[in-house]
């Protein structure tokens, strides 16, 4: 038996086959999983044009986007798109900007009445859920729930699953899931009578779409004082963390509670003023605004909220699951930066907290930014360091952990005198250093445009997907934009291929969204020329100008015979570097011998195709071989000169390498080839 490559290569060499050719062989196989592993992207690389996501939209409101967990994003908004009634709409675009199904985008309920007001949590990979407020049976709405797929599936039926019944007003919700699939619904809900009461209330759904709380586990709190602004936190045992904010003695508060897997409710207030109540979160010193959540490290909960008195200023808490305040008891100042402080935002990495927000000083508007310790020490300076700082307004920033215990941030931009603003983004590591332009880095320009509801998702290689509103005049889309981990744009091409034409082969590509000053490379690679698979340039093509769509064709005519790889390199007038995905071709033009091509598909599950060509007629024995070198089948047989082509199949099989060795008189070659599952 053959343990090694090594003893497999002294058993080749004693049945007359080259030492190099096993080398290459694990050459084409690796270049073959590398060059069919990912799509092509349609992401532009001009910030000026951005992609349009979603075909024929009227007037989207309530634009958000969430993660799919592999790269993508599911994109959700209320649209009007016939004019009589509001209607929630979404789509999945994957990490290469490509549509997933319809582009106009699937509603995410067969119901007929107005709807409005979609609110959305990534579930498990390639599904997300939204949660909605629909108005086909009540005046007052009821929630409804969907579980959406990639594929544009309906998970919970084609109406969704209806979260509320009662005749109560809800206002606002939030919607979390946790790992095991359980999805996690707060609401606040106002009794329909006159002076009636306020109510935070829960639901836990199955993964399957069955409810799981009954009437009296579905209450949180009720009291006679108004509530707001809900947010939930899967605890990821069964259970949730709810916060809100509500009204006690004039001014506004943040209350939480913890709700274990049965409905118990865990957290009671340690204040004498509200003892009996749920966890008080903020002093009652100052009036909350606005508030963000989100899990940290060590099974805590991290808290920032903006206040109100004379000033506008932000306190932050770290919270223990157990309901213990870690920080002193009605938070603490998170920066005595001047000015006004607003709009909290913040990611938690394994061992620290990053916040940034907006910071308000003699008529301009700054990002700032700061990492905190478990103990809520600042560890970049006192007050912060400037995501940017420059003249007129940044505000309206959204953040993703960036991978690398850093952040991306991106703002709404208004640095000259005008209503309309751009987008810029940031990368910062976890020394608060910028790794991009230090003046930020363009993501949607365009002064004559107007630009709201940015959401920010993970690329899944520590880049960003931007994703906003764009108007203009009287039209609005919904537009996306991918930035790498590096700061630079996508790829400009979205088509790529290559056909034999006579001698010569056809290498053609479709540009989208030129905007002129581009160059391509053309670029070839021979299939086992060398021990180091190294590129060729064959040729140059210079941009045409601007346009939606730009197709471009250059001919070939190798000097060499087999599987050739074809890709084009793109350089943009700002010197950034892209590469099309790669075209394999088995080309026999300057053939004077036997000539055996790579199989194709490499890798396959069901069958393959192998392409040799001979100079004269010949018998032929092709040999398949498993990964110990054991021969599996053989075929015996003459075939004409010329082009040929045989086709094995891999029923029985086991997934793994194998390999296939023909002979032709004189001649043996060897390949490798893949079977999959």
């Not at 343990?3 to 196989?29: C, P």
């Not at 070198?629 to 004409?640: A, G, L, M």
């Amino acid at each position: 038996m053959y343990r090694n490559f090594a003893d497999i290569e002294i058993f080749l060499r004693g049945n007359k086959i080259n030492i190099g050719l096993l080398m290459q062989m694990a050459l084409v196989a690796g270049m073959v999983l590398l060059f069919f592993g990912s799509g092509f992207a349609q992401w532009v690389s001009d910030p000026s044009v951005n992609t349009k996501l979603v075909a024929d939209t009227h007037n989207p409101i309530d634009l958000t986007a969430v993660s799919d967990l592999n790269g993508g994003s599911f994109v959700f908004w209320q649209d009007n798109k016939f004019g009589f009634q509001s209607e929630v709409y979404f789509i999945h675009v994957d990490n290469d900007g490509k549509i997933s199904f319809r582009a106009d985008g699937k509603r995410v309920s067969s119901l007929n009445g107005p709807e409005d007001y979609p609110v959305c949590a990534t579930a498990y990979r390639n599904s997300a859920v939204v949660v909605w407020n629909d108005f086909s049976f009540s005046n007052n709405g009821y929630l409804y729930a969907q579980k959406v797929l990639s594929d544009g599936t309906n998970a919970w039926g084609e109406k969704g699953l209806q979260i509320t019944n009662s005749d109560d007003a809800t206002s606002e919700y939030s919607v979390g899931v946790d790992d095991s699939g359980y999805t996690f619904i707060s609401y606040i809900a106002k009794e329909s009578q006159l002076n009636g009461d306020y109510m935070v209330e829960i639901q836990k759904v199955s993964s399957d779409g069955k409810l799981s709380f009954n009437q009296e586990e579905r209450l949180v709190f009720k009291s006679h004082d108004r509530k707001m602004m809900t947010s939930i936190i899967p605890d990821d045992s069964g259970g949730a963390f709810i916060f809100w904010i509500e009204m006690q003695n004039g001014r506004s508060m943040i209350f939480g509670q913890h709700v274990n897997q049965s409905g118990k409710k865990i957290w009671r207030s340690e204040s004498i003023a509200f003892r009996g109540r749920p966890l008080d979160i903020s002093s009652a010193a100052h009036n909350v605004i606005s508030y963000v959540v989100r899990k940290a490290f060590k099974n805590l909960i991290y808290a920032a909220w903006q206040t109100q008195t004379r000033s506008k200023d932000i306190y932050h808490q770290l919270i223990s699951y157990s309901g213990r305040m870690l920080w002193e008891r009605g938070g603490k100042l998170a920066t005595p930066l001047r000015g006004n402080q607003l709009d909290p935002r913040t990611v938690c990495t394994d061992s620290s907290i990053i916040l940034t927000w907006t910071n308000e000083y003699k008529n301009n508007k700054d990002i700032y930014a700061q990492r905190y310790d478990e103990k809520g020490r600042p560890q970049w300076n006192r007050v912060g360091k400037p995501v940017i700082k420059i003249h007129g307004d940044q505000f309206g920033q959204r953040m993703i952990d960036d991978g690398k215990g850093g952040a991306i941030v991106a703002w709404i931009d208004r640095r000259i005198d005008t209503l309309l603003a751009d987008i810029y983004t940031q990368r910062i590591n976890s020394e608060g250093k910028e790794l991009w332009n230090p003046l930020g880095l363009i993501a949607a320009s365009g002064r004559n445009t107007l630009k709201s509801y940015l959401s920010v998702v993970p690329d899944g290689n520590d880049g960003v997907i931007i994703i906003f509103k764009n108007s203009i005049k009287a039209a609005s889309e919904i537009c996306g934009q991918k930035i790498f981990s590096s700061g630079t744009y996508s790829s400009q091409i979205v088509s790529f291929n290559t056909a034999l034409t006579g001698d010569s082969i056809k290498i053609s590509w479709i540009a989208a969204n030129e905007i002129g000053s581009t160059d391509y490379s053309v670029e070839r690679a021979v299939e086992g020329d060398k021990q180091d698979i190294s590129w060729k340039d064959v040729g140059s093509v210079q941009s045409q100008g601007k346009g939606t769509e730009v197709h471009y064709d250059f001919y070939d005519t190798p000097d060499t015979s087999g599987t050739l790889y074809y890709r084009v390199v793109q350089t943009d007038a700002a010197g950034d570097i892209q590469s099309s995905d790669v075209s394999s071709i088995n080309y026999y033009g300057a053939a004077s011998g036997v000539v055996l091509a790579q199989n194709f598909p490499n890798p396959f599950s069901d069958s393959t195709t192998i392409s040799f060509y001979l100079p004269d007629p010949a018998d032929v024995t092709v040999e398949f071989f498993d990964e110990h070198v054991v021969k599996i089948s053989e075929i015996d047989k003459s075939f004409p000169a010329g082009e040929n082509k045989i086709t094995f199949y891999a029923k029985g099989l086991k997934p793994g390498v194998y390999f296939f060795r023909l002979k032709a008189g004189d001649f043996v070659g060897v390949k490798k080839m893949i079977i999959t599952n």
